[in-house]
Every structure is written in C-alpha cells, then in structure tokens.
C-alpha cells in the first residue's frame, strides 16, 4: 500500500514516514544536481538568499533529458545522492525536509536528517522515462546556464518513490542486507 504525500512536507508528515514506506508524492519539488548545490552552498557562505524558500522542501537529485516535441520534461531519473553529501548537512539545517536520490547517504548527511527532522527517499534508476510521465510542469527558476543542471520547479503528481532513510536514521539499505545475513 502506498502512502501519498503532498510536497511540501511538514514535520508531522516526515514522523509518519518510516524506511521501506511506498510513496507517491504530489505537489511542488524542486531538482538539484551537485553544481546547484555547489552554487547554493556558496551563495549562502556570501550572505545570500538561495533561489527558493527551502523551508520544508523536497530536492530531487535529476539532471532531466531535454523534452521531446510535445513533452513536459525528458527522462528523469535519480542521480547518486553521494554527490549532494558535502553540501546536505546545511540545507537541512535550513529546513530542507525531503530529498530524492539513489544510493547510500554519508555519516553527516543521516546525522543531521535526524537532528532536523527529514527523509531521503528512493526513486528507481533506469526509469527515467516512467518518472517523467508523473512530471506534470517544469520550469527553470535559477541557474539557467548549468542546462541540465539548472534548478527545476517541478509539479508532479503520484511520483513513485521509497522511503530509503528515514528521520529516526533507519535505512532501508541496512535493513535489508541484515535480512540476507546467515546466522549459524
């Protein structure tokens, strides 16, 4: 059974969240790949506003394919979130409270999702395709020369994801490698 999410999150929705929960997310999402983070990050170090109000916010980790004639959006699939880590930290200090990505998470990143209260979900690489097809706006709010990279407001609506890292720090990765331990 899936649960559905309208983005943005609240706090009170990040607490009922749990690792290995089946989302599909409604609502505004905004993307970000490393370069956007980099650029974010040292705005912030200058004294500056970021481009978006990311109070209880959702990031998804995509750098989308150009959209064909007649299309939203192109393939969108996950990035490694591993490239986001050294930036992560400090956006959740800010009330970043939702990020969609693939792959493990360092120490410091799942520290402070549950110091901050915020959840790293899954989407399914390889399906950038399908994913597209839950994008039903797009729109370049900042950095418009980073192409790709640039920052998207995305409207989307049933986004399939996982609950990969929950706000108490459960991991989903852990969880189920323990499931295949042999125990003698």
Do not use: W
């Amino acid at each position: 059974m899936n649960k559905i999410i309208t983005a943005p999150l609240t706090i009170d929705v990040v607490k009922t969240l749990k690792a290995g929960d089946n989302c599909l997310v409604s609502g505004y999402i905004y993307t970000a790949r490393d370069a956007a983070h980099k650029r974010m990050i040292e705005a912030l170090n200058r004294g500056e506003e970021l481009p978006f109000d990311i109070k209880n916010q959702i990031i998804y980790y995509v750098g989308p394919c150009p959209a064909r004639e007649g299309h939203i959006i192109g393939s969108c699939g996950p990035t490694t979130s591993g490239r986001m880590d050294a930036y992560t930290p400090k956006l959740l200090e800010l009330g970043l409270k939702g990020m969609i990505g693939k792959g493990e998470r360092d120490k410091s990143v799942i520290e402070a999702m549950i110091k901050y209260g915020a959840v790293y979900f899954g989407a399914i690489g390889g399906a950038g395709a399908l994913l597209a097809k839950s994008v039903e706006e797009s729109e370049i709010i900042a950095y418009h020369d980073l192409g790709a990279e640039a920052i998207r407001r995305l409207k989307v609506k049933d986004f399939p994801v996982t609950v990969i890292i929950d706000c108490e720090g459960n991991n989903l990765y852990q969880i189920g490698r323990k499931s295949f331990e042999i125990n003698d």
